[in-house]
Structure formats: structure tokens, C-alpha cells
């Protein structure tokens, strides 16, 4: 299967990111290069573009997409390293940088990566196919592990029967595959609520969340590429689900805050002043034809904010 990604919210993306002509700028998580093919329309020649990834699938194809174009260089690495990567280039700072984060749907169609529950697979889940799997975390973490991973990463009301149900059945044969543990997590769920929606939905996202360690490396993301910018340099988030918006939302917020002085105060003391200002004060959400074309973005939420001063 290619690797191919179909970019959400592309145009109001590219706008956000407000491209200059000599800009230069990082895609870090590029994937299959939709939204790198749209900065790339808008850079002049003396523009540069570094696209990182840290999926070696997306890797290749970044490679064989832009490997004409001497305005790219694609880097196998994962966006919250960000200044090691601008620093092993000889770049001082950064215009832009978009971050489109969680799965791919590469990844989610790509039944032998394990991310998806519809599919006969191995447990799998590692965007950059290193270190533990999915399958050795289930197979040996505890009970109370297991419960507060899909809580605290996939807001799971019945983490705790799920948990026990794993326990249960990997005393009997070890859980190696997708759909066994999407049979156990459904047979977990009450009956009444096996229809709402895929009981395992939570359950897949609460594991890929943990073995990839994704809000770590979105939180340290979110800094190194703000630390990143340049005065009037934005940086521009997708992300698919509440705990990752949450957070976006709320480092953008602390970057625009100015003075945290009590109000009671006459004069300001603290000196804070904002480093950022939101480029949009509401997320960008997905319109009714975007949607329809591609579900997958019905839960996609862009925020973007510009720097204003260097602290």
C-alpha cells in the first residue's frame, strides 16, 4: 500500500501558515507530503522546506515525492526535535511549522501496522516501528497500569471491566493480534452500549497514545517549535481528539498571556508581556462537503498562533 494521507483542512492551513516566498519552513509530520505540497506551491526558489517524519514508511515516500526539488530536505526524525534538527541543518530559526498530529490513514489502512481494530493484525501501533508493541504492553502491564492508560488516554468509562477482561484471557493464550483484543474489549462493554460506537474505538487510541508516547512528545513539540520561530513566524496545529486540542489550546493561550499581576494591583509588576497572538481564536473545524469526502476529518481542529517577541 502507499503511503498516502489525505491532508485535512489543506486550505485553510496553508493560509494560516501565511508562506513567504524565502520563507523557511517544517512540516513535522509530513507523512505522505499533502500539506508540504501545498507550502511548497507558495515558496519561491530561494524557499526552503524540511519535512520530518519519524515513520521510515513515510520516509521513503517523502523521498521518491520531492526528490527533484532542491528546496526539500526530509529528515527521519519526530517533531518534538525540532532545534536538533534546524541546528544539524545550519538553520537559525524557523517562518512556519505545521504539525498534523496522531495516525495517518496510511497507517490506519494499512492493516499489518496494527493500528486498527477492523482488521486480522498484529498488535502492533508504532508509528516508527521501534521499541515495545502494543501487544507486549497488554500482554505485561497490571491491572491498575491498564486501567489508567485508558482512562487517563482514551476516557474510557469501562476501564476497568476492559481491564479485567484482558487479564483474564491472556492468563489463558497471549493477545497478539487486533481483532482478538477488539473481541475482548467488546465483550467487556455493557450490552447497551455495544452499538453507539466501535467498543473498542477508545480502547486502540488509549494503547496507540501510550506506546507511541504522544502527549509527552506533542508537549515538548509544542515548545521546541514555538522556541523555534522567528518574530512573525506562526505555527499551525491539527490534531483529532480532545486531550491533544486541550493541550495545543492551552500552551497557545499561555504564550498570549501578558500580565499576570493580581488585578487589585495599580501598576504592573510582573513585566510578563505576550510572546504570541492567536491567528484564530476559535478552532477551524472541517466543513459538511470536507467531511463527507473524507470522515476522517470531521474530528480535525486547526488553532495557529503568530510569535510576537522573543522572551
Excluded at 139 to 151: D, Y
Excluded at 259 to 265: E, G
Amino acid at each position: 500500500m502507499e503511503f498516502s494521507h489525505k491532508p485535512v483542512l489543506f486550505d485553510k492551513t496553508i493560509e494560516f501558515l501565511n508562506v513567504k516566498q524565502d520563507g523557511v519552513y517544517l512540516d513535522g509530520t509530513a507523512g505522505g507530503g499533502g500539506h508540504s505540497a501545498g507550502i511548497l506551491k507558495k515558496l519561491g526558489e530561494s524557499g526552503r522546506l524540511i519535512c520530518t517524519d519519524q515513520d521510515p514508511d513515510a520516509i521513503r515516500v517523502l523521498n521518491e515525492r520531492f526528490e527533484n526539488d532542491e528546496r526539500v530536505t526530509v529528515v527521519k526524525s519526530n517533531f518534538s526535535e525540532i532545534p536538533s534538527v534546524i541546528k544539524f541543518l545550519g538553520i537559525e530559526c524557523l517562518d512556519g511549522v505545521l504539525l498534523d498530529i496522531g495516525v495517518s490513514s496510511y497507517q490506519l489502512d494499512c492493516a499489518e501496522r496494527g493500528f486498527s481494530y477492523h482488521n486480522e493484525a498484529p498488535l502492533d501501533m508504532r508509528m516508527s516501528k521501534t521499541g515495545p508493541t502494543a501487544a507486549d504492553y497488554v500482554n505485561s502491564l497490571s491491572f491498575s497500569e491498564l486501567v489508567h492508560i485508558l482512562t487517563m488516554y482514551g476516557e474510557e468509562k469501562f476501564a476497568k471491566n476492559i481491564a479485567r477482561a484482558i487479564e483474564r484471557e491472556r492468563a489463558k493464550t497471549p493477545i497478539n493480534t487486533t481483532t482478538q483484543l477488539a473481541e475482548i474489549v467488546k465483550a467487556a462493554y455493557p450490552p447497551s452500549k455495544r452499538h453507539d460506537k466501535h467498543p473498542a474505538r477508545k480502547t486502540f487510541q488509549a494503547l496507540r497514545i501510550f506506546v507511541n508516547g504522544e502527549l509527552d512528545r506533542l508537549s515538548d513539540g509544542l515548545d521546541n517549535a514555538f522556541s523555534s520561530l522567528k518574530i512573525g513566524g506562526r505555527l499551525a496545529v491539527i490534531t483529532f481528539h480532545s486531550l491533544e486540542d486541550r493541550m495545543v489550546k492551552q500552551r497557545m493561550a499561555k504564550w498570549c498571556e501578558g500580565c499576570v499581576c493580581p488585578k487589585d494591583f495599580p501598576v504592573c509588576v510582573c513585566g510578563r508581556k505576550p510572546s504570541a497572538k492567536l491567528v484564530n481564536k476559535k478552532p477551524v473545524e472541517a466543513e459538511p462537503d470536507e467531511t463527507a469526502e473524507n470522515p476522517r476529518s470531521r474530528s480535525a481542529k486547526l488553532r495557529c498562533c503568530e510569535r510576537i517577541r522573543i522572551i
